[in-house]
């Protein structure tokens, strides 16, 4: 089994004890161990991969989250459907996720502005920065820790790997922007530049601008120019198109900026 983004088993490994690491710290942090599930995987350990698989299906059920339980479902048909234990431990897990749900309802969606948005694809950005040696491992540790202490929190702002380097004043922070704007083709943008449009501003619920880093700020034909603060996040944009009813074009923008612009858009009048 190959290394995610072509990295070595060796860097997997280190991701493994930070990911530990973080745990020992927040041990009952579903995303963070759903990395470390899925890591133990990719090194081939079936046996840690399971038993922390377990653990995630124990937590899952005590916090109620149905998203983690429909993953936890599907990573057991994919081991082993047709063993009894796995039989059994999927019954179960089905009954917990019925009794949460009305009958004949989808599971209900989280709110928008709830919890920490995107938080899988901000790891994913931060696995990234570090196979590409823009952060350091000990900093590459702590974006972890921080993405996962936040984002159980109602922020006012999206929670991002871009917010936690601007916030902890990152060094490197300019060297990083122009990383990412080579790397996935897509420039960076100045929103001050931008006239001020309170019509546009309202293309997108003010919830989903506040949880997701995705802000409208510029109309270009038919078509929204997008600000984002994530450049892996696909899904993103394509919910934003869906919100918007119209196609989007992202860039990428510094988070302070975003952040302006996010206050803006809660309050017109005071612009």
């Given at each position: ?41 990719t090194l081939e350990q ?34 082993a459907e047709d063993d ?188």
């Amino acid at each position: 089994m190959s290394m995610p983004n072509g990295g070595s088993r060796e860097e997997l490994e280190q991701n493994v004890v930070m990911l530990e690491q973080i745990l020992e710290v927040m041990p009952d942090d579903l995303f963070t161990m759903r990395s470390l599930f899925e890591a133990s995987l990719t090194l081939e350990q079936p046996e840690k991969a399971f038993g922390t698989l377990q653990r995630l299906d124990e937590l899952s059920c005590s916090s109620g989250n149905l998203e983690m339980i429909d993953y936890v479902l599907a990573q057991y048909r994919s081991i082993a459907e047709d063993d009894a234990d796995i039989q059994a431990k999927m019954a179960r897990l089905q009954t917990v996720k019925n009794g949460m749900m009305p009958s004949g309802e989808e599971p209900p969606s989280e709110p928008a502005a709830e919890g920490g948005g995107r938080i899988e694809a901000e790891m994913a950005l931060a696995w990234d920065l570090y196979q590409d040696e823009v952060v350091s491992q000990e900093e590459y540790s702590s974006i972890l820790h921080d993405l996962t202490e936040l984002s159980g929190n109602k922020m006012g702002v999206p929670v991002t790997v871009l917010h936690i380097l601007h916030d902890r004043q990152f060094s490197r922070f300019e060297r990083l922007m122009t990383h990412l704007c080579q790397k996935y083709s897509m420039p960076v943008m100045v929103l001050s530049q931008f006239d001020e449009n309170e019509e546009i501003s309202r293309l997108l619920p003010l919830e989903f601008m506040s949880a997701n880093g995705a802000i409208p700020f510029a109309r270009v034909g038919g078509d929204l120019l997008l600000g984002v603060l994530n450049p892996l996040d696909q899904e993103l944009l394509r919910e934003a198109e869906t919100l918007s009813g119209s196609t989007c074009h992202p860039y990428l923008v510094q988070p302070d900026e975003y952040d302006r612009q996010l206050k803006k858009a809660g309050n017109p009048a005071e612009y």
